[in-house]
């Protein structure tokens, strides 16, 4: 097998791998629930309009803000890898032969 056809193949399994990763990849885990306040208490100011439509807590609120602002490490991995593995393509795709 030549070089060009290893790296070729290099980078389709890369581009593959790295795909799968940014497809499928979720470290943030569930989505927390909103807690409805009940009693009166301090709101976030927002409601909950997917479950039945009560004031949202704000220690609920800041715990699901922080969970939607976590980054996504295993899809940012996936990503740099299938950008080294289109960059091992093009390179596989313009070197010329040693012969």
């Known amino acids: 097998m030549s070089t060009k056809a290893k790296l070729l193949a290099v980078s389709a ?14 470290t943030k885990g569930a989505e927390p629930t909103f807690t409805c ?9 927002f409601t909950d309009s997917l479950q039945n439509d009560c004031p949202v807590s704000i220690d609920s ?3 699901w803000r ?3 602002g976590t980054p996504q490490y295993g899809r940012i991995a996936g990503l740099g890898i ?18």
């Open 82 to 99: 299938a950008v080294v593995g289109l960059v091992i393509g093009v390179v596989g795709l313009v070197k010329r032969s040693s012969k």
């Open 66 to 68: 922080e969970w939607s």
């Open 37 to 45: 306040v009940t009693d009166g208490g301090a709101t976030s100011g």
């Open 13 to 26: 399994a890369m581009l593959i791998v790295g795909g799968l990763m940014i497809a499928f990849l979720n």
């Open 61 to 63: 609120y800041n715990t």
